[in-house]
């Protein structure tokens, strides 16, 4: 249908329309409109990635002053979803332009991944090469996965692709090169992809057709693309986003999907943490580098002479494209692109005393060394940077400007001595990336020394955390470089609270509810066991017997009431392993096992895999299964229960994260001081969302249904409740507040018996909106839905 919004034509590529949809799309046309960013939470299951794609590639079409759309994700599996709607999408586009005359308007769309989902020189990435694994398909997000084999598969790529490799081999035919980067090197102005939407699996097809590198395809046509897909570490990570987002220009509309984590996501990028194993890697790294710099001087030391020469021009000068390449496509050692520093920083020439090679392997052995000697401590320490910059100053003479050229002096050193097995200097550019952080950011950061893990006391291993307590530094130049920064997700509540955490101020700001004909969801409370006594994981009673016994004959309950599969999230992986320990000694694991078959996530990837595997073919066996799984997981964040997969979910406890970490009290003392945000309502904040997060697991779609438990009575506090996202709370009545066991039997038997009734999916009523009806909407209340019949 064409949907008319505010002024703008929308191609939708479906018959119907939600009334949630069109009041997201007339919310981000007016962001658009005012050059701003926004934050929209929308109701799971409701066609949030559709409905924002149709919306801006209308706009890119009625507006072509507009950039790219850049869609970051968090999984490869989400990225290929994405760009499977987007391929609908176009294709339903198209027929509104046939006719003499009448072309569709062109459009290349592709997502961009690692060198290991997209290789497809099987003597590079092996059996990778062939396609995703099930084990990313199902729970993994992309940067977790294999880390070791993607690393070896870039190492590899480089080893092949490296442009002083490519020179060898001009001279020397036993060189190995890659076929696919060489094929594609020589086609030169030819080596384009035509107007379309690529998938990753398009791009490995297609690549195998042509003899072409996917990655490298991917790469150099991200400048000719209307719309860009990629993780959210291409936008976020400073090391990453120079060398892939760097050419990207203002009006480019940034989105970030399934952001409720974003903020951490964002901290995440500027840590390091620094461990004695780390450290003594990092020695045996420089006393590789200074063997390899005594073998430049004694065979060739114009090159280390060349390098002296750039580095007294200034940072600026080196190219992300090494010199002599022989085309436009992003070079083998791609790798060696700087982070993203101040411009006034890159403008500057490094520091004279690290200049040359020999000089700067000696600067940082002495910065290891300190380091060392800062992990050899008995107590905790804590300190911000610029007490440490003042000790590093006092005892070695180095100033924060030396510090803060490390990462990139050390990559220039890394490309000069034309050495490619990077992954194996992984420990001494961890260092490199501590000092340029701690040279660079005086304010937002912590470093926090601990002799030993405060959990395991009798276990010595010293660690040094550079830790940011700031998410706003990460996203910061998001926000200043792009006209508008699109956050959204299905559970962003209490919504106020990000733009105080990322420090920005949004131009719109909404949180939408969910229309339906028929309550397919039942959020219940439960706060008491069968024998009324309290259910709770709070630290004091998460150990008595009776929680324990009250919170396992719940399950077993559940289980013979509720059909199909159920999913139960607990607090922590230590917290899971204690209470199913004794549900086996009290026999109520073998009851529940009477029921329904019980599969568990681990901390190891591969039986994780194997037990979703497990699972979903118990569930389509008729037979039914119970997921124990964890809150902020693997599967919390990126696998959905639907349809018969997930009948009821079960939250049991609130997930709080673990209070005593220095890391954590650090960061609650720089949100209260810098943004005035108390303790309390930030913890509240992020344990409600991962709630909310788990809970909706379970709906994603208006023909689904489930139940929603939330197996606390800490849920019954206003406090807690009501930063649930609208879309909940809005069907949590009040007889499901405040239930027992008992009471939850029977209002899951009413549900369930309710939700078994026949039902003709198009016969939605208020839930869908016809072209006609869309289209007579009121822009100026779009809340004020249009009487409408059902459709037959």
Same mark, same amino acid.
């Given at each position: 249908?064409?949907?008319?919004?505010?002024?703008?034509?929308?191609?939708?590529?479906?018959?119907?329309?939600?009334?949630?949809?069109?009041?997201?799309?007339?919310?981000?046309?007016?962001?658009?409109?005012?050059?701003?960013?926004?934050?929209?939470?929308?109701? %799971?299951?409701?066609?949030?990635?559709?409905?924002?794609?149709?919306?801006?590639?209308?706009?890119?079409?009625?507006?072509?002053?507009?950039?790219?759309?850049?869609?970051? %994700?968090?999984?490869?599996?989400?990225?290929?979803?994405?760009?499977?709607?987007?391929?609908?999408?176009?294709?339903?586009?198209?027929?509104?332009?046939?006719?003499?005359?009448?072309?569709?308007?062109?459009?290349?769309?592709?997502?961009?991944?690692?060198?290991?989902?997209?290789?497809?020189?099987?003597?590079?990435?092996?059996?990778?090469?062939?396609?995703?694994?099930?084990?990313?398909?199902?729970?993994?997000?992309?940067?977790?996965?294999?880390?070791?084999?993607?690393?070896?598969?870039?190492?590899?790529?480089?080893?092949?692709?490296?442009?002083?490799?490519?020179?060898?081999?001009?001279?020397?035919?036993? *060189?190995?090169?890659?076929?696919?980067?060489?094929?594609?090197?020589?086609?030169?102005?030819?080596?384009?992809?035509?107007?379309?939407?690529? %998938?990753?699996?398009?791009?490995?097809?297609?690549?195998?057709?042509?003899?072409?590198?996917?990655?490298?395809?991917?790469?150099?046509?991200?400048?000719?693309?209307?719309?860009?897909?990629?993780?959210?570490?291409?936008?976020?990570?400073?090391?990453?986003?120079?060398?892939?987002?760097?050419?990207?220009? =203002?009006?480019?509309?940034?989105?970030?999907?399934?952001?409720?984590?974003?903020?951490?996501?964002?901290?995440?990028?500027?840590?390091?943490?620094?461990?004695?194993?780390?450290?003594?890697?990092?020695?045996?790294?420089?006393?590789?580098?200074?063997?390899?710099?005594?073998?430049?001087?004694?065979?060739?030391?114009?090159?280390?002479?060349?390098?002296?020469?750039?580095?007294?021009?200034?940072?600026?000068?080196?190219?992300?494209?090494?010199?002599?390449?022989?085309?436009?496509?992003?070079?083998?050692?791609?790798?060696?692109?700087?982070?993203?520093?101040?411009?006034?920083?890159?403008?500057?020439?490094?520091?004279?005393?690290?200049?040359?090679?020999?000089?700067?392997?000696?600067?940082?052995?002495?910065?290891?060394?300190?380091?060392?000697?800062?992990?050899?401590?008995? !107590?905790?320490?804590?300190?911000?940077?610029?007490?440490?910059?003042?000790?590093?100053?006092?005892?070695?003479?180095?100033?924060?400007?030396?510090?803060?050229?490390?990462?990139?002096?050390?990559?220039?050193?890394?490309?000069?001595?034309?050495?490619?097995?990077?992954?194996?200097?992984?420990?001494?550019?961890?260092?490199?990336?501590?000092?340029?952080? *701690?040279?660079?950011?005086?304010?937002?950061?912590?470093?926090?020394?601990?002799?030993?893990?405060?959990?395991?006391?009798?276990?010595?291993?010293?660690?040094?955390?550079?830790?940011?307590?700031?998410?706003?530094?990460?996203?910061?130049?998001?926000?200043?470089?792009?006209?508008?920064?699109?956050?959204?997700?299905?559970?962003?509540?209490?919504?106020?609270?990000?733009?105080?955490?990322?420090?920005?101020?949004?131009? !719109?700001?909404?949180?939408?509810?969910?229309?339906?004909?028929?309550?397919?969801?039942?959020?219940?409370?439960?706060?008491?066991?069968?024998?009324?006594?309290?259910?709770?994981?709070?630290?004091?009673?998460?150990?008595?017997?009776?929680? *324990?016994?009250?919170?396992?004959?719940?399950?077993?309950?559940?289980?013979?009431?509720?059909?199909?599969?159920?999913?139960?999230?607990?607090?922590?992986?230590?917290?899971?392993?204690?209470?199913?320990?004794?549900?086996?000694?009290?026999?109520?694991?073998?009851?529940?096992?009477?029921? =329904?078959?019980?599969?568990?996530?681990?901390?190891? $990837?591969?039986?994780?895999?194997?037990?979703?595997?497990?699972?979903?073919?118990?569930?389509?066996?008729?037979?039914?299964?119970?997921?124990?799984?964890?809150?902020?997981?693997?599967?919390?964040?990126?696998?959905?229960?639907?349809?018969?997969?997930?009948?009821? $979910?079960?939250?049991?406890?609130?997930?709080?994260?673990?209070?005593?970490?220095?890391?954590?009290?650090?960061?609650?003392?720089?949100?209260?001081?810098?943004?005035?945000?108390?303790?309390?309502?930030?913890?509240?904040?992020?344990?409600?969302?991962?709630?909310?997060?788990?809970?909706?697991?379970?709906?994603?779609?208006?023909?689904?249904?489930?139940?929603?438990?939330?197996?606390?009575?800490?849920?019954?506090?206003?406090?807690?409740?009501?930063?649930?996202? !609208?879309?909940?709370?809005?069907?949590?009545?009040?007889?499901?507040?405040?239930?027992?066991?008992?009471?939850?039997?029977? $209002?899951?038997?009413?549900?369930?018996?309710?939700?078994?009734?026949?039902?003709?999916?198009?016969?939605?009523?208020?839930?869908?909106?016809?072209?006609?009806?869309?289209?007579?909407?009121?822009?100026?209340?779009?809340?004020?839905?249009?009487?409408?019949?059902? $459709?037959?």
């Amino acid at each position: 249908m064409k949907v008319n919004i505010d002024g703008l034509t929308v191609y939708f590529p479906y018959e119907y329309i939600y009334p949630e949809q069109y009041r997201y799309m007339l919310e981000l046309k007016r962001a658009l409109d005012a050059k701003g960013h926004c934050l929209l939470e929308m109701p %799971t299951g409701t066609g949030k990635t559709i409905t924002l794609l149709a919306l801006v590639t209308s706009y890119q079409l009625a507006h072509p002053e507009v950039g790219k759309l850049v869609y970051c %994700t968090r999984t490869v599996p989400e990225m290929e979803k994405v760009l499977v709607e987007l391929k609908e999408l176009i294709d339903y586009r198209a027929k509104y332009f046939q006719g003499p005359g009448c072309s569709p308007p062109p459009i290349l769309a592709l997502g961009l991944s690692s060198r290991k989902n997209l290789c497809i020189n099987e003597k590079v990435a092996g059996i990778m090469a062939l396609g995703l694994s099930s084990r990313k398909n199902l729970c993994v997000k992309e940067e977790v996965a294999e880390e070791s084999t993607r690393e070896s598969v870039d190492a590899k790529c480089r080893q092949l692709t490296a442009s002083w490799v490519r020179e060898k081999a001009l001279s020397d035919p036993s *060189v190995e090169l890659c076929d696919y980067y060489e094929c594609l090197d020589k086609a030169g102005a030819e080596g384009l992809l035509e107007p379309g939407v690529y %998938t990753m699996q398009d791009m490995r097809e297609l690549g195998r057709k042509r003899k072409w590198c996917p990655y490298f395809l991917a790469r150099h046509m991200l400048a000719f693309a209307n719309v860009i897909v990629y993780n959210y570490q291409y936008m976020l990570d400073p090391k990453v986003s120079n060398m892939v987002s760097r050419e990207l220009e =203002k009006e480019c509309i940034v989105v970030f999907d399934e952001a409720h984590n974003i903020d951490n996501v964002c901290i995440e990028a500027l840590s390091v943490n620094l461990r004695q194993q780390t450290l003594d890697a990092a020695g045996r790294n420089l006393g590789r580098l200074r063997v390899a710099v005594d073998k430049a001087k004694a065979t060739d030391a114009s090159r280390l002479r060349a390098e002296y020469d750039r580095l007294v021009s200034g940072l600026q000068l080196q190219g992300a494209i090494p010199e002599g390449s022989s085309s436009a496509l992003p070079a083998g050692d791609d790798w060696l692109a700087n982070p993203a520093l101040p411009q006034d920083i890159l403008r500057e020439a490094v520091p004279g005393n690290i200049r040359r090679a020999e000089h700067f392997i000696q600067f940082l052995r002495r910065f290891v060394d300190h380091l060392r000697q800062r992990l050899n401590t008995e !107590a905790v320490e804590t300190e911000n940077p610029t007490a440490f910059l003042v000790q590093v100053q006092e005892k070695l003479n180095i100033d924060a400007k030396t510090l803060r050229f490390c990462y990139d002096r050390l990559t220039s050193l890394l490309k000069t001595l034309e050495i490619t097995d990077t992954d194996d200097f992984t420990p001494i550019h961890l260092v490199a990336d501590f000092a340029t952080l *701690v040279g660079t950011y005086a304010k937002g950061f912590a470093i926090i020394i601990e002799p030993f893990d405060e959990r395991m006391p009798s276990v010595r291993d010293p660690v040094l955390q550079l830790s940011c307590l700031d998410a706003s530094l990460a996203i910061k130049p998001v926000f200043q470089k792009y006209q508008s920064v699109v956050i959204t997700s299905g559970t962003l509540s209490p919504i106020d609270l990000y733009p105080r955490l990322l420090n920005f101020n949004p131009v !719109a700001i909404q949180s939408f509810t969910m229309t339906l004909t028929r309550d397919c969801m039942c959020p219940v409370v439960l706060t008491r066991g069968a024998d009324q006594m309290t259910m709770s994981t709070k630290f004091d009673m998460r150990s008595d017997p009776g929680v *324990v016994r009250n919170y396992g004959r719940m399950l077993v309950d559940l289980a013979a009431t509720i059909p199909d599969g159920i999913v139960a999230f607990f607090v922590s992986y230590s917290y899971m392993d204690s209470i199913v320990s004794k549900w086996h000694d009290m026999g109520i694991l073998q009851d529940l096992m009477a029921h =329904k078959l019980v599969f568990i996530e681990t901390k190891d $990837v591969v039986e994780t895999t194997l037990a979703l595997d497990n699972f979903r073919r118990a569930c389509d066996a008729g037979r039914g299964a119970i997921f124990l799984s964890i809150a902020r997981g693997k599967v919390a964040e990126g696998i959905d229960f639907d349809r018969h997969y997930g009948r009821c $979910v079960v939250m049991i406890g609130v997930p709080y994260q673990y209070t005593l970490s220095r890391i954590l009290r650090a960061r609650l003392e720089y949100l209260r001081e810098t943004f005035q945000i108390k303790e309390s309502d930030f913890l509240a904040f992020d344990a409600v969302r991962q709630s909310a997060q788990c809970v909706g697991r379970v709906i994603r779609s208006k023909a689904d249904y489930g139940m929603m438990v939330f197996a606390d009575q800490r849920y019954q506090r206003h406090d807690k409740r009501d930063k649930l996202p !609208a879309w909940i709370t809005s069907h949590l009545k009040d007889s499901h507040l405040n239930l027992s066991t008992d009471m939850l039997l029977h $209002v899951a038997r009413e549900f369930m018996r309710s939700m078994a009734q026949p039902y003709d999916r198009m016969a939605v009523g208020k839930s869908l909106l016809t072209e006609e009806q869309a289209n007579a909407m009121d822009t100026a209340n779009p809340n004020a839905v249009p009487t409408i019949t059902e $459709v037959t």
